[in-house]
């Protein structure tokens, strides 16, 4: 679970309260599932990330991401990789 406090969070939080529509003022931490966060183009993305690890673990990769000096964790299902490469 990838927690971020929203007195620090950032446009993470900025994010996730015009998502979820909850006010800043109601929450105190916001926990995002791993397997919640998906990766896009830069023309369709809201926050921007850096990738810096990949494990493949059989079936899906652990991917470390460093978003606005926060580190993530985000599950991706390899099945999903290689149907995004095939229509590239």
Known sequence: MNVIQVENGGEIVECLVKATKLG???IKTFGVRPESI???SVDKGEIEAI???IQPTGA???VGLIVSGKSFL??????L???NLKQM
């Open 74 to 79: 985000q599950l991706v299902f390899l099945q």
């Open 60 to 62: 899906d990769w652990i």
């Open 24 to 26: 800043e003022n109601k």
């Open 38 to 40: 998906s990766m896009v």
């Open 81 to 83: 990789v290689q149907s």
């Open 51 to 53: 990738v810096e690890t």
